[in-house]
Nanobody, 121 residues
Framework: QVQLVESGGGLAQAGASLSLSCAAS????????MGWFRQAPGKERELVAS????????YYTDAVKGRFTISTDSGKTTLWLHLNSLKPEDTAVYYC??????????????WGQGTQVTVSS
């Protein structure tokens, strides 16, 4: 069983930066893909960024490439998402997830509780 607890997020102006963190625990962290999803009002939940089990490969959806950075510590006990150059369209609930599949087609098996990011123009 993997447990994920997010922190961070909040309100920011366009162009500003925020950081999200996810405290992870469980016996299989070294073998799972970890990532961040987001869900905006009225939209489906989408994969934003993910990192391979070894941490050697990362994936970003086109909308955040060059602006967001995903990273983890060596033990994969903490997952971060650094959000730079924020845009109003980044407003969403952000979820930490752990699962299987490739970094581009991650299938979540475990979810965090979600944290709100709101970007004002």
């Amino acid at each position: 069983q993997v447990q994920l607890v997010e922190s961070g997020g909040g309100l920011a102006q366009a162009g500003a930066s925020l950081s999200l963190s996810c405290a992870a625990s469980g016996p299989t962290l070294s073998s799972v893909v970890m990532g961040w999803f987001r869900q905006a009002p009225g939209k489906e939940r989408e994969l934003v960024a993910s990192i391979s089990p070894t941490g050697g490969r990362v994936y970003y959806t086109d909308a955040v490439k060059g602006r967001f950075t995903i990273s983890t510590d060596s033990g994969k006990t903490t997952l971060w998402l650094h959000l730079n150059s924020l845009k109003p369209e980044d407003t969403a609930v952000y979820y930490c997830a752990a699962g299987v599949g490739t970094i581009a087609t991650m299938i979540p098996r475990y979810w965090g509780q979600g944290t709100q990011v709101t970007v004002s123009s």
